[in-house]
């Protein structure tokens, strides 16, 4: 039995990359995948370059408060990231 794209679980992981550290978020994004990554990183936004969402297709309301943390905290420091979005993920940006 195979379990259809909607159906399977996100991910959030910090990596080091080419283009610096980034925030990757992939498929659906739930309060427990949110639980998970800040029981392993802590709860504190870090600095990050890139979050890369380009493969979300849903949000919880946990993950994109996780987000907007991120974005926040380097709005206050006066760094831009790039953001790579998904179009589930932009609709999301859209109606907040």
């Known amino acids: 039995m195979t379990s259809s794209p909607s159906s399977q679980r996100g ?3 910090l990596l080091n990359t080419a283009d610096g550290r ?3 978020l992939a ?3 739930d309060a427990d995948v949110v639980a998970a990554f800040q029981r392993r990183y802590g709860r504190e936004p ?3 370059d890139v979050i890369d969402a380009g493969s979300v297709t849903s949000l919880s309301g946990a ?4 987000l907007r943390d991120h974005l926040d905290v380097a709005a206050l420091g006066g760094r831009t990231v790039a953001l ?3 179009p589930a993920f932009g609709r999301l940006l859209q109606q907040t």
């Open 11 to 13: 991910l959030v992981r």
């Open 22 to 24: 980034a925030l990757c």
């Open 27 to 29: 498929g659906a994004v």
């Open 46 to 48: 870090v600095r990050v």
């Open 63 to 66: 993950a994109l408060e996780l």
């Open 84 to 86: 790579r979005r998904s």
